[in-house]
């Protein structure tokens, strides 16, 4: 009996509030520009979002196998320590590395089902350039800092790849990673990025590049 009556008290209460509500507003006069104002300021939100991905769009280049996508000269500054300039058919780009190994990675939209049909192409856009340390020790004592070597000015908190990644629905595009991984850096070598369906090839474009390749393997 004790928790009906609980229950009871518990309806009197909402039916007090309720009373309160109709006899202040009963006819409801407020509800149409609350409505509208809401709609409004939902329309607002969904262009800013769609303004963000229009952005993010531009910043992708379709994927066309075989082609060059990038050139990568190192040139050695210190122990372990190695100045990269970077180019992606703009001006070179000075990046300051540090270990033995270098790596790139790239993000890839890959458009699905009507898209796909219509003839859309696949986009990637170059994310991210880092050094490694071949001995384990020197790799754990690093230190992550955000958004160092990323290639692209967006921010992770607005990156639209990273939010279709984690949303991973696939109805209209799919996310894929390219990853270059642990090539030797070299005093003087010289590489060139090509892109194919499936993934990035470094292709050494001097002799010090080929001898780095080499000790790869």
Same mark, same amino acid.
């Not at 531009?58 to 210190?78: D, H, I, Y």
């Not at 986009?123 to 991210?128: D, Q």
């Not at 958004?147 to 109805?171: E, N």
């Given at each position: 009996?004790?928790?009906?009556? !609980?229950?009871?008290? %518990? #309806?009197?209460?909402?039916? &007090?509030?309720?009373?309160?509500? *109709?006899?202040? @507003?009963? /006819? +409801?006069?407020?509800?149409?520009?609350?409505?509208?104002?809401?709609?409004?300021?939902?329309?607002?939100?969904?262009?800013?979002?769609?303004?963000?991905?229009?952005?993010?769009?531009?910043?992708?280049?379709?994927?066309?196998?075989?082609?060059?996508?990038?050139?990568?000269?190192?040139?050695?500054?210190?122990?372990?320590?190695?100045?990269?300039?970077?180019?992606?058919?703009?001006?070179?780009?000075?990046?300051?590395?540090?270990?033995?190994?270098?790596? !790139?990675?790239?993000? %890839? #939209?890959?458009?699905?089902? &009507?898209?796909?049909?219509?003839? *859309?192409?696949? @986009?990637? /856009? +170059?994310?991210?350039?880092?050094?490694?340390?071949?001995?384990?020790?020197?790799?754990?004592?690093?230190?992550?800092?955000?958004?160092?070597?990323?290639?692209?000015?967006?921010?992770?908190?607005?990156?639209?790849?990273?939010?279709?990644?984690?949303?991973?629905?696939?109805?209209?595009?799919?996310?894929?990673?390219?990853?270059?991984?642990?090539?030797?850096?070299?005093?003087?070598?010289?590489?060139?990025?090509?892109?194919?369906?499936?993934?990035?090839?470094?292709?050494?474009?001097?002799?010090?590049?080929?001898?780095?390749?080499?000790?790869?393997?």
């Amino acid at each position: 009996m004790q928790y009906y009556g !609980l229950a009871g008290l %518990v #309806l009197v209460i909402v039916a &007090l509030i309720l009373l309160a509500v *109709l006899r202040a @507003g009963w /006819r +409801l006069s407020w509800l149409l520009p609350w409505l509208k104002g809401n709609l409004l300021l939902l329309g607002v939100m969904l262009a800013g979002a769609l303004a963000i991905v229009a952005w993010e769009l531009q910043q992708f280049k379709a994927l066309e196998p075989g082609s060059n996508v990038a050139t990568l000269e190192f040139r050695k500054m210190g122990p372990q320590q190695f100045e990269l300039l970077f180019s992606a058919g703009t001006e070179p780009r000075s990046i300051m590395l540090e270990g033995d190994m270098w790596q !790139l990675d790239a993000q %890839v #939209l890959r458009w699905q089902g &009507l898209a796909h049909a219509i003839g *859309l192409q696949d @986009g990637y /856009r +170059l994310h991210r350039l880092t050094g490694r340390y071949r001995a384990l020790e020197q790799q754990r004592e690093v230190v992550p800092v955000a958004h160092a070597g990323v290639l692209h000015a967006t921010p992770g908190w607005r990156d639209a790849w990273q939010w279709l990644d984690h949303l991973d629905s696939g109805a209209l595009l799919e996310t894929d990673a390219f990853v270059v991984r642990f090539i030797p850096m070299a005093e003087g070598a010289r590489f060139g990025i090509e892109i194919g369906e499936t993934g990035l090839t470094p292709v050494p474009m001097n002799r010090q590049a080929m001898n780095a390749m080499q000790r790869s393997q």
